[in-house]
């Protein structure tokens, strides 16, 4: 599982204790931290850290950097049910809240998040505010995030794409060998989000996709399950 989080201090090591007992850890992982500027704009030190192999189904406790709050997350089932939560657009208003509300009482294992994540639109602090707003919730599950066309920080003048969402929320394109922030991982029988070249239906029965605005063509002709798409601030679903 990858775990990620931004610290002032350059410095700070991109460490991490965690075990199955409050205060108690007996394994540690060492990452690695980037940082980035945009026009007048420099990120703290951003840390991404890879812990694991973990066990299914169990809760883990966990420190960042050697010191600290403790926080905990729990791991997904790796056999059925599993539940997931989804949420597309969240941006930063009382909507937000409302919505982070509402996954929070869910009894969830993984959150699917269908893309515009924070509503910078180049204002790069908001990206800062958007992590404290869901550390409470992103820190104690797993969720796997898309980028969105508000994540895309350009102008004609300058471009930028998706510096700030690549740099905060490191998803898994490289382990996918993909270039154009498109991947996938397995739950649970559930092959999901965004290579449909490497589903082994064997193995994984259902496919879902989680896009921020989904090409219907492509879907149809993959056989896709379930389709999660956000972009159009609304609810709609066909059966």
């Not at 090409?215 to 999660?228: K, N, Q, R, S």
Request: net charge negative; charged share 15%; proline share 4%.
């Amino acid at each position: 599982m990858h775990i990620s989080w931004v610290t002032d201090g350059k410095s700070s090591p991109s460490y991490m204790e965690y075990g199955t007992s409050p205060g108690r850890y007996d394994s540690t992982a060492q990452g690695e931290s980037t940082s980035y500027s945009y026009l007048f704009y420099s990120s703290g030190r951003i840390h991404h850290t890879v812990i694991g192999p973990l066990e299914s189904n169990t809760v883990y406790f966990y420190r960042c950097g050697g010191e600290g709050p403790e926080f905990q997350l729990k791991t997904p089932p790796t056999e059925l049910l599993v539940a997931f939560a989804v949420a597309g657009d969240l941006g930063q208003t009382g909507w937000t809240k409302t919505a982070l509300d509402h996954i929070d009482q869910c009894k969830y294992d993984v959150h699917l998040l269908a893309g515009d994540l924070s509503y910078a639109d180049c204002i790069q602090h908001h990206w800062d505010t958007f992590g404290e707003l869901v550390q409470p919730l992103a820190s104690a599950r797993l969720w796997m995030g898309t980028q969105g066309n508000h994540g895309e920080e350009s102008s004609p003048l300058i471009k930028y794409g998706f510096q700030s969402y690549n740099a905060r929320w490191k998803m898994r394109y490289e382990e996918c060998g993909s270039s154009l922030n498109l991947y996938y991982f397995e739950v649970a029988g559930f092959h999901v989000i965004a290579d449909l070249l490497k589903v082994d239906c064997s193995k994984t029965p259902w496919l879902i996709l989680s896009f921020h605005q989904a090409m219907e063509p492509l879907l149809y002709a993959a056989g896709v399950d379930i389709v999660f798409a956000g972009s159009v601030h609304a609810y709609e679903r066909s059966v």
